[in-house]
C-alpha cells in the first residue's frame, strides 16, 4: 500500500498523493494482485493505472489481468502514453514529455466493455500474471458500470455511414462526419447519427469560413443535431497529436471535437483526444469542445478524454466581432471528462444563465468547473459573465489547479458538488487573479461536500484551504457559504488570503470543519481585509486553531467557535 506523507507533497513522483483517498496499491512481481468487490450489477470497468514510461519517454503499452470470483475474464490495455510530464516547474506549459527525476500526471485511465454482466458482490481482481510484464503497477481506483445496449438509430436522423464513414478500420472518417453535419446545418437532413463504432477524426468539425476573416477558421456549426448510441458505443478517436495534424484548426483547439457557435445539440458520444502535453515549445493538447455556443445548445452525455480542455466556452469579441454570441443558457449534462492537461469545462467570455450537472470530471490539469469573467467581450459594463451553476457534479483528483473556480460576475451558484482530492490547490476557489471583470451580487457556495482538498504550489511556498477566497486584485462580494461539509484538509478548511482587495461581509452558516491536518479551521491570512459572521459553524480537530486571524490582518470574524489572533 502506497500512502501519502502528511503533507501530500506534489511534483516529485508522489504516486500516491495523486491517488483517490491518497492511498494506491503497487503490484510488483507476478501473482500480486487488488480485489474489489461490487457494490452494483456492471459490465463494464474502468481503471485508473499507472505503468512506467519508457526509458526515453513516450509512454509504453502493458496488460493486466481481470479475474471475476476467480475465473480469468480477459487482459486490459493499459498504457502510459498520456501520463508522465516532467519538470520542477509550476508553470504547466513548461513541463515536457521527457524524462526527468520529478514527475507528476503519473495516473490514467483504461476502460473496457466485458462480455457478460457481473451481479453485485461479484468479487473483480486484477493481478500480475507471468505475462503482464510492465516493471511496475500501480493501481488506483476502478469504476463498475452497467451499461445499457448501444441505442437504435432515430427515423428522422440520417448516418454518417450515408456519407462514406465507416467503422473500426482505422480510417480518417473526418470528410464523412463533416459532410454529414454541413448537410444537417443546410437543412437537407434533420439530425447527424453517429451510430455503434470507432470513428477516427483528424480534424476539427466547424463551419468552413470561405472569407477566411481570422488568422484562424472560427466559425463554429450552427443549427445541427448529433446524436450517437451511447458514450461507450459511439467514439471518436485521433491518432495524431494536434500540432501535426494541419490543416484549418485554430493550433490551440486542436484537430478532434467540435466547433460549436449556436444552436447544437450533442449527446451520448466519446471523444478521444491525442494531446500527450499541455503546450508550449510548439505542442499542443486540443479542446474537445470548443466555440461561441450561442443559445439553445444543450450537450448530453458526452465523454471527453486526452484533450488539454475538456470544453472551453467562448471566443474573444476580436474573434471576428460580427459573430459576437456569448453563451447564454447553455446546458451540460451527463459529462464524463477525465484526464486533461488544463480544465473541464470553463464558462467564459460573457457565459451566462447556463450550467453544468450531474457530470463527472477526474484528473484534470487545471480548474474542473471554472467561470472566468474575462474582459475580451464586446461591452465590459454588459458582457459580465452571471447566473451560472455547476450542481450536482463529482470532481476527483485535479493535478493542477481547483476543483471549482470563479473568478468575477455575479449571480454563480456552485451547488451540491462532491468534490475530493485536489493535488495543489483548492476545492473550490473564488478569486481575483487572472484580471477578471468584478465580482458583484451574490456568489453561492451551497451544499457541497469537500475532502482531503487544498494543497501548497507556486515552490510549494503558497498553501491553499479546501475552500479559499483570494482578492488578488480587487474585491470579492456577496459571497455566502452554507450547507457545506470540509473534511480531512491538507492545510486550512476555508481560507481568506492576502490580496490587494477586500472580502466584505461574507456569510458562513450551517458548515461542518473537520481535521484540517496542517492548517486552521478558517484562517484570515496576515493581509486579509474584510469580514465574516459564523451561525451554526461547528469545527473540530484542527492543527493550528480553530479560528485564526494572522498578525497584521484588519479581518473580524464574528460567531462560531474559538475565534482568536495568532500571537505576534
Not at 215 to 244: C, F, K
Request: proline fraction near 4%; aromatic fraction near 8%.
Amino acid at each position: 500500500m502506497l500512502e501519502a506523507d502528511p503533507k501530500r507533497t506534489f511534483g516529485h513522483t508522489n504516486f500516491a498523493s495523486e491517488s483517490s483517498g491518497r492511498k494506491s496499491v503497487r503490484l510488483d512481481s507476478t501473482g500480486e494482485f487488488v480485489e474489489f468487490t461490487s457494490t452494483n450489477e456492471a459490465n463494464s470497468i474502468v481503471v485508473r493505472n499507472s505503468v512506467p514510461d519508457a526509458p526515453g519517454g513516450g509512454g509504453i503499452d502493458a496488460t493486466v489481468s481481470l479475474y471475476a470470483d476467480g475465473a480469468f475474464v480477459q487482459k486490459l490495455d493499459l498504457s502510459s502514453k498520456h501520463s508522465w510530464l516532467y519538470g520542477n516547474t509550476d508553470d504547466p506549459e513548461s513541463l515536457t514529455n521527457t524524462p526527468q527525476t520529478d514527475a507528476r500526471r503519473l495516473f490514467d485511465e483504461s476502460h473496457a466493455l466485458l462480455e457478460n454482466s457481473y451481479p453485485a458482490g461479484t468479487k473483480f481482481k486484477l493481478q500480475r500474471d507471468a505475462d503482464d510484464d510492465a516493471s511496475f503497477y500501480i493501481v488506483d481506483l476502478i469504476d463498475l458500470e452497467q451499461v445499457a445496449p448501444p441505442a437504435s438509430k432515430p427515423a428522422e436522423c440520417t448516418s454518417v455511414t450515408e456519407y462514406g464513414a465507416v467503422p473500426d478500420d482505422g480510417n480518417d472518417d473526418t470528410k464523412a462526419i463533416q459532410d454529414a453535419v454541413t448537410a444537417d446545418q443546410s437543412g437537407d437532413i434533420d439530425c447527424v447519427w453517429i451510430p455503434q463504432g470507432q470513428w477516427r477524426q483528424e480534424q476539427k468539425i466547424l463551419t468552413d469560413d470561405p472569407d477566411n476573416q481570422g488568422q484562424y477558421n472560427q466559425i463554429g456549426i450552427s443549427d445541427v443535431s448529433i446524436r450517437g448510441a451511447g458514450m461507450w458505443h459511439s467514439q471518436l478517436y485521433t491518432l495524431t497529436e494536434p500540432q501535426n495534424a494541419g490543416g484549418i484548426n485554430h493550433p490551440h483547439e486542436g484537430n478532434f471535437g467540435f466547433d460549436i457557435d449556436d444552436n447544437t445539440q450533442i449527446s451520448d458520444i466519446a471523444i478521444f483526444g491525442s494531446g500527450r502535453v499541455r503546450g508550449g515549445g510548439g505542442t499542443e493538447g486540443g479542446v474537445g469542445l470548443n466555440g461561441r455556443f450561442g443559445q439553445n445548445t444543450k450537450i448530453a452525455n458526452v465523454w471527453i478524454e486526452h484533450a488539454n480542455v475538456g470544453v472551453w466556452v467562448g471566443r474573444d469579441y476580436d474573434n471576428i466581432p460580427s459573430l459576437w454570441g456569448p453563451a447564454d443558457g447553455l446546458e451540460f449534462s451527463g459529462m464524463r471528462i477525465r484526464n486533461t492537461y488544463a480544465d473541464g469545462i470553463n464558462f467564459s467570455n460573457g457565459t451566462r444563465n447556463s450550467q453544468v450537472d450531474n457530470s463527472s470530471f477526474r484528473t484534470t490539469g487545471d480548474d474542473s468547473l471554472a467561470v472566468w469573467a474575462n474582459r475580451y467581450v464586446k461591452d465590459p459594463a454588459v458582457d459580465i459573465a452571471h447566473d451560472n451553476s455547476f450542481t450536482n457534479n463529482t470532481i476527483q483528483l485535479p493535478w493542477r489547479a481547483n476543483g471549482v473556480a470563479i473568478y468575477g460576475g455575479y449571480g454563480n451558484k456552485v451547488q451540491n458538488n462532491l468534490i475530493a482530492d485536489t493535488a495543489n490547490y483548492p476545492g473550490i476557489m473564488l478569486a481575483t487573479d487572472h484580471d477578471p471583470l468584478p465580482f458583484s451580487g451574490e456568489t453561492l457556495l451551497i451544499g457541497n461536500a469537500l475532502h482531503r482538498t487544498g494543497g501548497a504550489f507556486w515552490n510549494e511556498d503558497q498553501e491553499f484551504g479546501a475552500i479559499t477566497i483570494f482578492p488578488a486584485s480587487r474585491d470579492i462580494t456577496g459571497v455566502k457559504i452554507r450547507d457545506t461539509e470540509i473534511s480531512d484538509s491538507t492545510y486550512d478548511g476555508i481560507q481568506f488570503k492576502n490580496g490587494g482587495g477586500n472580502v466584505p461581509d461574507v456569510e458562513i452558516s450551517n458548515v461542518s470543519i473537520d481535521k484540517s491536518n496542517n492548517g486552521s479551521g478558517i484562517l484570515a491570512m496576515g493581509g486579509a481585509r474584510g469580514n465574516a459572521t459564523l451561525t451554526d459553524v461547528t469545527i473540530t480537530n484542527s492543527a493550528e486553531g480553530d479560528v485564526l486571524v494572522e498578525p497584521g490582518s484588519s479581518f473580524v470574524i464574528t460567531g462560531g467557535p474559538g475565534t482568536g489572533r495568532a500571537a505576534g
